[in-house]
């Protein structure tokens, strides 16, 4: 069974610093890798994605040059660092995989993920 674990989420003030986790366990990481956030009563929401080599990135404009997203593909684990958090980044964050190796035709979109874990959620205070 396939299972992504999150961590990482917790309480910071706007301006500060986090790094959100996903570890993968049961297969082999070797599909693309995604972070979405989803707040009450909204979708989920394409932060940022990667290809499966990690060469390829992709994200949302308004985290644009305030996150990145890597892969440790060896130690089957997708990385989120946060800077510069803003109050309207907070939210759930989810780890999705797509399970295809056909690469997405929109990598920041949720239905061309079919794996997905719980969430680490994430509070930013002004």
């Known amino acids: 069974e396939v299972q992504l674990v999150e961590s990482g989420g917790g309480s910071v003030q706007a301006g500060g610093s986090l790094t959100l986790s996903c570890v993968v366990s049961?297969?082999?990481?070797?599909?693309?890798m995604a972070w979405f956030r989803q707040t009450p009563g909204n979708e989920r929401e394409g932060i940022a994605a990667t290809s499966s080599d990690g060469e390829r990135k992709f994200y949302a404009d308004s985290v644009k040059g305030r996150f990145t997203i890597s892969r440790d593909n060896a130690a089957k684990t997708l990385h989120l660092q946060m800077s510069n958090l803003k109050p309207e980044d907070a939210g759930m964050y989810y780890c999705?995989?797509?399970?295809?190796?056909?690469?997405?035709?929109?990598?920041?979109?949720?239905?061309?993920?079919?794996?997905w874990g719980r969430g680490t959620q994430v509070t930013v205070s002004s």
């Open positions: 049961g297969d082999a990481f070797i599909y693309y």
């Open positions: 999705a995989e797509r399970y295809s190796p056909r690469p997405p035709d929109y990598p920041l979109a949720s239905h061309d993920y079919g794996i």
